[in-house]
């Protein structure tokens, strides 16, 4: 028992241990955690104030360069500069709208009126109802013919639509009436050109009416640029007509179609004349734009001329009278949001702390609480075992006593009975001290290299005894000798064991086994029973000292739950192990498993 009450003691220290091992670095990873996140939240803080301060002074000198190309846009404007492709410039004054170059513009506001011979006018007239009728009576190649030649004629406007390009729509309404695909395609292509040519006679109705049929016929898109020049022409001329300018100004007008802007212009009026330059998003895009990118680029940041994009981007922007659009800047380096992540990464690796602590406690808290239990149903199977002899004892002694004339077969049963029990006694008082040498570690063997079959012999002879007077049958089997290195103490006790367990767990008048043979270089002993055998999830739990099978418990069958953890140890210090196979309600065969001796 001596060896029992550290685990006691253990026990009883359960509750400071789990303080110490949850509560303390529970407490001390809450601190670190709220002093992590305090910190993290200044460091957020102060990198925010960072980037805006990056942004603004990125977003200072976007706009200062962007002031000074359009100052120089002005200028080039009054020096009555070329403009490249995605360019015009215009003017109105006395004499009307005036754009340059004109081919870049899809249509005007006040298309410039195309006049033609009389002659050319009467005989277009009545090629255009010839034609209109050939091709209403089915005469297809006929009437594109009469409609080709209208486009030998200087050209003349119809109600505001050039003859030329009315000639070659009609052609096409033809050709895609009479399913001609590739003629049809081919006349799309000169019908575009025509317009592209005419640009400058064209009002905006007509031009949408022909560009629309033009590219489904051609199945691509009409440029858009000259569009977004042409809109941009249109404000001016509506601002200049309104007279919504100031008699001296400078000032702009922005293209904008579904929130996006399509075109510039830059304007300057006189009492007289509005001059200005007009450029498309391309253009900007391909000319004005690098220089200020590459501005932004310097400050970790990048830059959209328009309206700011919906969304938690952080960003600075800039909109001042003198300047056509916002000017935004976008954090391009990211770092803000990624240390914003940390808070997170610091409370999941926290609860993740917690839950392996509280795991491991709840562990070791039932673990103690097991072993508590275990040893509590070993003092009250100790104590049963204890009982069961000294009532037998107490039992004839006093009937030895108050019979003092029983006769001699009777007073021999009662000594007979009593030496039992002492046996009883003392063997339970020897297994006892066994264990608390084993547990102790005090325990010594001696090893000699001794035959098997004459240990297994010895034990079962003397055993066979005890147990045939209780109804049992001991079998030995061997096949020669089989020596092994051994303490004969500790062989016998081991083998005892298994014995005294075979017995308690099969029923009177069976027959138990036990073999000596050689297997795979070791040295078996089997016991083998026709008992009540163990269920497979009990069989490695019984080896562990304190524990009873649950079938042995409910049996009533007596016991203390330490001799297969004896057993088990005596075979470690051998350098073997023991074995099970066992059956539930079949029987069980226990196998001690020596290292052969070299
Ligand atoms: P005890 O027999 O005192 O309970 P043991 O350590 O010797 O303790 O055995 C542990 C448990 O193993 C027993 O309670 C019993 O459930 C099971 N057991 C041991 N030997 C046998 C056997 N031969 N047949 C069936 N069950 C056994």
Same mark, same amino acid.
């Given at each position: 028992m001596a060896s029992v009450r550290p685990r006691w003691r253990h026990a009883r220290i359960v509750v400071p241990l789990v303080f110490v091992l949850t509560v303390l670095p529970t407490a001390g990873l809450a601190w670190a955690t709220w002093q992590l996140l305090t910190q993290d939240r200044g460091l957020v803080s102060r990198q925010r104030q960072d980037q805006m301060n990056r942004l603004n002074s990125a977003s200072w000198l976007v706009v200062s360069d962007l002031r000074t190309i359009l100052s120089e846009s002005r200028r080039d404007l009054a020096a009555g500069k070329a403009w490249p492709a995605g360019a015009i410039s215009i003017t109105i004054d006395r004499e009307g709208l005036t754009v340059?170059?004109?081919?870049? =513009?899809?249509?005007?506001? =006040?298309p410039v009126p195309l006049l033609a011979a009389p002659d050319d006018a009467r005989r277009g007239a009545a090629l255009l109802s010839r034609g209109q009728d050939l091709a209403d009576s089915g005469r297809a190649d006929e009437a594109l013919r009469v409609f080709s030649e209208m486009r030998s004629l200087r050209p003349y406007s119809i109600e505001g639509t050039p003859s030329w390009l009315a000639a070659r729509y009609k052609r096409g309404q033809i050709l895609e009436r009479t399913g001609r695909e590739r003629e049809l395609r081919e006349e799309a292509v000169s019908l575009a050109a025509d317009m592209r040519m005419m640009a400058t006679h064209l009002n905006e109705v007509i031009y949408r009416t022909y560009a629309e049929d033009a590219s489904r016929w051609m199945s691509s898109r009409s440029p858009q640029d000259a569009v977004s020049l042409s809109q941009a022409v249109g404000l001016l001329w509506q601002g200049w007509s309104s007279q919504r300018y100031g008699i001296e100004m400078t000032g702009h007008e922005v293209v904008w179609e579904d929130g996006d802007w399509k075109a510039v212009a830059l304007l300057e009026t006189t009492r007289d004349t509005l001059r200005a330059v007009v450029v498309t998003r391309e253009f900007v895009d391909a000319t004005w734009m690098p220089q200020l990118r590459s501005i932004a680029r310097q400050y970790r940041a990048t830059v959209v001329l328009g309206l700011p994009e919906a969304g938690n981007v952080p960003r600075s922007g800039q909109e001042a009278k003198d300047l056509p659009w916002p000017v935004v800047l976008y954090d391009a380096s990211g770092s803000v949001q990624a240390s914003g992540q940390r808070p997170l990464i610091v409370i999941g690796s926290f609860l993740t702390l917690i839950v392996v602590v509280a795991v491991a406690a709840t562990w070791s808290i039932g673990r103690e609480l097991a072993v508590a239990r275990q040893q509590s149903n070993f003092v009250a199977a100790v104590s049963h075992e204890f009982r069961t002899p000294l009532t037998s004892l107490k039992h004839f002694v006093e009937l030895l006593r108050e019979q003092p004339s029983i006769e001699d077969a009777r007073r021999r049963e009662c000594y007979d009975a009593q030496a039992r029990a002492v046996d009883r006694l003392s063997r339970l008082v020897e297994s006892l001290l066994d264990f608390g040498r084993l547990e102790a570690g005090t325990q010594h063997h001696t090893f000699a290299a001794l035959d098997c079959v004459a240990l297994a012999q010895w034990v079962v002879d003397v055993f066979g005894l005890h147990a045939a007077n209780a109804g049992y049958r001991i079998a030995l089997s061997t096949s020669g000798s089989a020596i092994v290195n051994v303490d004969a103490e500790a062989f016998s006790r081991a083998l005892w064991n298994l014995l005294d367990n075979a017995m308690k767990y099969s029923p009177p008048m069976s027959t138990i086994d036990v073999v000596v043979r050689a297997a795979h270089g070791n040295v078996c002993v089997d016991v083998v029973d026709r008992g009540i055998g163990v269920s497979p999830g009990e069989s490695r739990d019984i080896f562990r000292r304190f524990h009873r099978g649950a079938d042995a418990r409910s049996r009533g069958i007596r016991g203390t739950g330490l001799g297969l953890a004896m057993v088990t140890e005596i075979m470690q210090a051998h350098g073997g192990r023991v074995d099970l196979e066992s059956q539930p309600g079949q029987g069980s065969t226990f196998t001690l498993v020596f290292p052969a001796a070299a």
């Open positions: 340059t170059p004109p081919d870049r =513009v899809a249509f005007l506001p =006040v």
